[in-house]
Antibody
Framework: EVQLVESGGGLVQPGGSLRLSCAAS????????MNWVRQAPGKGLEWVSY????????YYADSVKGRFTISRDNAKNSQYLQMNSLRAEDTAVYYC???????WGQGTLVTVSS | DVVMTQSPLSLPVTLGQPASISCRSS???????????LNWFQQRPGQSPRRLIY???NRDSGVPDRFSGSGSGTDFTLKISRVEAEDVGVYYC??????????FGPGTKVDIK
């Protein structure tokens, strides 16, 4: 059974940093391209970032470019999202999803507030 | 960036009756490889999104056959032939043809009258 489990969310002050993790199981993670998608409270879905299977190709939404860094460790079947210079508008549930968006995690809530 | 719009944004439906959601893109979603990368997602209250339809009309495994997708170019439709109580939630279209960025529609909230 495919499982994606996010962790690392929490309350952080504006300007702070947080690192999200997504642990994958039930499939050959090293062969899969991955995404991060977020959803602000009561709002729609926003694509955040993409990483290829070998991390040779990486893309970001303009809203997070220069502040967020996506990475992965295929030996640990995990991907990460390092979030720096956080703003109130980054408050959202962050989902890990496969390239085709056929599998999603349960999400982890990030709250940026003083 | 490709802008995705949906209508209606709110859709009250009667149990057992059909429902239809429209999705439009600001440019054609036909990829140079000939495919059209338009997906539909369902998000039930308190749950993660779930992909229902990929490449316009292909139903995902386990998705009831009352859900169907159609369309081409810039105009797409998700239809529910007979709405059931478990279909309540928000439905999103998403394009993966012209990316980055991948873009989602604003969502259509389906609830029971």
């Amino acid at each position: 059974e495919v499982q994606l489990v996010e962790s690392g969310g929490g309350l952080v002050q504006p300007g702070g940093s947080l690192r999200l993790s997504c642990a994958a199981s039930g499939f050959t993670f090293s062969s899969y391209e991955m995404n991060w998608v977020r959803q602000a409270p009561g709002k729609g879905l926003e694509w955040v970032s993409y990483i290829s299977s070998s991390d040779s190709t990486i893309y970001y939404a303009d809203s997070v470019k220069g502040r967020f860094t996506i990475s992965r460790d295929n030996a640990k079947n995990s991907q990460y999202l390092q979030m720096n210079s956080l703003r109130a508008e980054d408050t959202a549930v962050y989902y890990c999803a496969t390239r085709g968006f056929d599998y999603w995690g349960q999400g982890t809530l990030v709250t940026v507030s003083s | 960036d490709v802008v995705m719009t949906q209508s209606p944004l709110s859709l009250p439906v009667t149990l057992g009756q059909p429902a239809s959601i429209s999705c439009r893109s600001s440019q054609s979603l036909v990829h140079s490889d000939g495919n059209t990368y338009l997906n539909w997602f369902q998000q039930r209250p308190g749950q993660s999104p779930r992909r229902l339809i990929y490449k316009v009309s292909n139903r995902d495994s386990g998705v009831p056959d009352r859900f169907s997708g159609s369309g081409s170019g810039t105009d797409f439709t998700l239809k529910i032939s007979r709405v059931e109580a478990e279909d309540v939630g928000v439905y999103y279209c998403m394009q993966g043809t012209h990316w980055p960025p991948i873009t989602f529609g604003p969502g259509t909230k389906v609830d029971i009258k």
